[in-house]
């Protein structure tokens, strides 16, 4: 344990199962520890460094906006906010935008708004989220997810309702018009990388539309290319009512945000909602330097095009290993499923020089960033190979 791991482990509260690697810095897909190790980063932060490390968009960015304006409060109006406004409601069709610091808060002011508007047309049932969900850790977010978040956590606030995910029956039993909205992810990444079915999804959103319930898509995750599309939802072609983003938004600058319409936006009025940091000029440069460039970089092409190759690379790797229960996935949100516990697997792959994921037990998750490419892909393989072909079952 080196010295920044010891001053961790007796001041900070013991949260995190942390890696014995103490990062100190990034530079494109690698990042370098204390000791001057090398790792190849197919985590990115868990899908927030969408442009790598230290990318010259986001450095110029903090470096211009920081010597001129980094926080006002929302009293003001600021260039940057109305500036990312603009472009985040052009690029996804969406009206209005409400700006946060991160997911949870993002599923937090959507949450609000949704009851409101709801109550406004006199519904007071739950809002809806499925099993293996993972909404954030606030305490109305871990009531949408699963009950290993919850446990401990009594009494947890009334209104929601978990349904079994991807089964249509369940949701039209228990959906109706009372029900205030409806929280999906387009593919579950805590849960471990499972993606919505189409036919799931697009009956869903019929009746949601039917019984006048909100459909929120929380794309968290799966926001800005992650899925090789610019939202995860656009797989489905449907349109959301509400979805909230972070993560890759800031490209590691923490920022979330909320995109709806007019016209259920007007749901709250002035005094309902609001933030002291949310939107602040720093965040909001960043976030605009960010989404131009996965845009402008064709960063969306090239996680769709990496994403199969990743798929393909995996698929023929797994048919040789008996550990390995499934590989699934959409552009590069992959996860490979196992039939024995992924943490070894994840500090072997630290070992060899890899940042993998280890999520919902036994599935390595794999987020690299949208910059990646195949000669990064076939070393992640190759040595992923290597690890796998050890283990017994
Ligand atoms: C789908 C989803 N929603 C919400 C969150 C919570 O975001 P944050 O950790 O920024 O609060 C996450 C974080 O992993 C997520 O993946």
Known sequence: MDSTQELERSYHFDLYRRLPVTLVKGKGIYVWDSNGDKYLDFLSGIAVNALGHSHPAIVKAIRIQSQRLIHTSNIYYTIPQARLAKLLCGLSGYERVFFCNS??????????????????????????????????????????GSEKLQKGFAPLPAGFLKLPFNDLKAAKENINKDTIAVFVEAVQGEG????????????????????????????????????????????????????????????????GAVLTTDE???????????????????????????????????????????????????????????????VRGIGLMVGVELKVPCRPIMIKMLERGFLVNCTSEKTIRLLPPLIVRKREIDSLVKNLYRVLSREKI
């Open 192 to 255: 471990g990388v499972i993606p919505a079915q189409k036919d799931f999804i697009t009956a869903l959103h019929q009746h949601c539309r039917e019984n006048d319930v909100l459909l929120i898509f929380d794309e968290i995750q799966t926001g800005f290319g992650r899925t090789g599309n610019l939202f995860g939802h656009m797989h489905f072609g449907i349109k959301p009512d509400i979805i909230t983003v972070a993560k890759a938004l800031g490209g590691g600058f923490p920022i």
């Open 264 to 326: 259920i936006s007007r749901g709250f009025t002035y005094g309902d909602h609001g933030t002291t940091f949310g939107g602040n000029p720093l965040a909001c440069s960043v976030a605009e330097a960010v989404v131009t460039t996965i845009i402008n970089k064709e960063l969306i092409e090239n996680a769709q095009k990496q994403g199969i190759y990743l798929l393909s690379r995996l698929e023929k790797m797994t048919r040789k290993l008996s550990v390995v229960n499934e």
């Open 103 to 144: 997911g949870l808060e993002a599923n937090e002011a959507a949450i609000k708004l949704a009851r409101k508007t709801g109550n406004q047309k006199g519904k007071m049932g739950p809002i809806v989220s499925f099993t293996g969900a993972f909404h954030g850790r606030s305490v109305a977010s871990i009531s949408m």
